[in-house]
């Protein structure tokens, strides 16, 4: 239905976000699925595939005809710029957490009007967090307001980020690594990019970089950038991607260091 709310677009992907967290719950309790390696070395379980086809089903069931970014079942249209509605889902972001039994996972779903990122949701099953936001609404985690650090200095800056599984694809990033590591407190690696989103939006984190995939940035960046943190790209996105669905070179952070931690990062990348 494409009349609905922005608010009754996000409770609706709240709902089946818990839903499917409950989902997940009960796969890592069963322990019965199956792992396997896609292309660039990076895991599926069939937990990821079968938490996909639920939501899938939910979200038709709910706004039909509406077009949707997904990793497990519709990757194919990753940069669906055209769709005038566009739901952007991640089943399971931090599969490897998952099928390792750490607790950094989560449900990932946002949604996009004309380009423009307004709607996101992010569960965390085993952490028992749900952070949400919608355009001009704030950002909540379990219902209650969000909002990120007040850091002003990289001193004193907890820096979040990650790596491709390519590990070919690691070794230009050393130098931000590096650069991170002499000028800011620390860095963190907790192997779910959305949930990292989510920590800068409540000032867990102070900063996060990296560059993602579409569907493990979007709902992230709309709650972090409801919740009052800074959300860029280091570099322009391509004039054909809207910026919001752009998943290179991103940079989400409190908003008094973000021009400071541009800087580092950009500077690291000349030497």
Known sequence: MSDYTLAARLERAISIAEEAGQMIIKAREQQDFAKRLKKDNELVTDVDVAVDELIRQRLEEHFPGEARLSEELAPESALQ???PRLWVVDPIDGTVNFAQGLRHVAVS?????A???????VHAPFLGETFSAAEGAGAFCNGQPI???NAGSLAHTLVGTGFPY????????LKRLEA???ECQDIRRNGAAALDL?????????AYYESVSPWDFVAGWVIAREAGARVGHL???PQSVPEDLYPEHLLVTAPGIYDAMAYLLLDADQR
């Open 235 to 237: 570099y322009e996105a």
């Open 81 to 83: 710029v055209e769709a």
């Open 109 to 113: 779903i946002g949604w996009m009007e």
């Open 147 to 149: 909002k990120p650090s």
């Open 198 to 206: 989510c920590d800068v939006a409540c000032g867990r984190l102070d």
């Open 166 to 173: 390519r590990k070919e694809g690691r070794k230009h990033l």
């Open 180 to 182: 991170v590591l002499i």
């Open 115 to 121: 380009g423009v990122a307004k709607v996101g949701v």
